[in-house]
């Protein structure tokens, strides 16, 4: 059996929007992002399989907030519709924020254009961390999918300037033929020298 088809059963089962909550389930697994009572921003959402699996590791006592122009319907989550580009997004967030975790699962239309979906996917990656920086509390965690490309490196450069640890990362959920990987970030320095 293929492993994109078990995961995608295994998710129908078990009742989870999609085979994605795996991939967070294997990242949270192996970084330790998501803990009980945590506080989390769930980018780009629907249709809900990260905000799902937030929502059951943070337990009664967190909260997940999860952002996408498109519904995202999971009990016990506070959703706002909005495109992450909005003028106004970081303002709304600062009304839920700090958060202790900043996850973003988006990606951009498949154009079959490796240079070109690599660009757009680097592209939605420093919206989500532009939107990080600014709703993180000190030593908070941020994930991040980008698909491989020669803008890879400059754009973990980037992120080191804000965490103390950057790794890539593919979890087993993900579809060996993809070429998408997670950006790990750990430990948020909110107060950093330029």
């Not at 839920?96 to 939605?124: C, N, Q, T």
Request: proline share 5%; charged share 30%.
């Amino acid at each position: 059996m293929k492993i994109q088809d078990r995961y995608y059963w295994e998710a129908k089962r078990l009742g989870y929007k999609s085979r994605a909550s795996f991939k967070l389930f294997q990242i949270n697994g192996r970084f330790y992002i998501l803990k009980k009572g945590y506080r989390v921003l769930d980018l780009g959402a629907a249709p809900g399989g990260w905000s799902q699996v937030a929502r059951e590791i943070v337990g009664p006592n967190g909260t997940v907030v999860a952002v996408d122009i498109k519904p995202v319907k999971i009990e016990n989550v506070i959703y706002l519709k909005k495109n992450v580009f909005d003028e106004d997004i970081i303002g709304v967030l600062k009304n839920y924020a700090p958060f202790h975790a900043v996850l973003s699962d988006m990606s951009p239309k498949i154009s079959g254009v490796s240079s070109w979906d690599h660009a757009r996917s680097i592209e939605l990656a420093e919206r989500s961390l532009e939107i990080a920086v600014e709703v993180l509390k000190d030593r908070g965690h941020f994930v991040t999918k980008i698909f491989r490309g020669d803008m890879e490196n400059a754009f973990k450069r980037k992120c080191e300037n804000f965490f103390e640890l950057v790794k890539p990362h593919k979890p087993r959920a993900s579809s060996p033929k993809s070429s998408e990987i997670y950006i790990v970030c750990k430990r948020f320095r909110l107060s950093r020298t330029p």
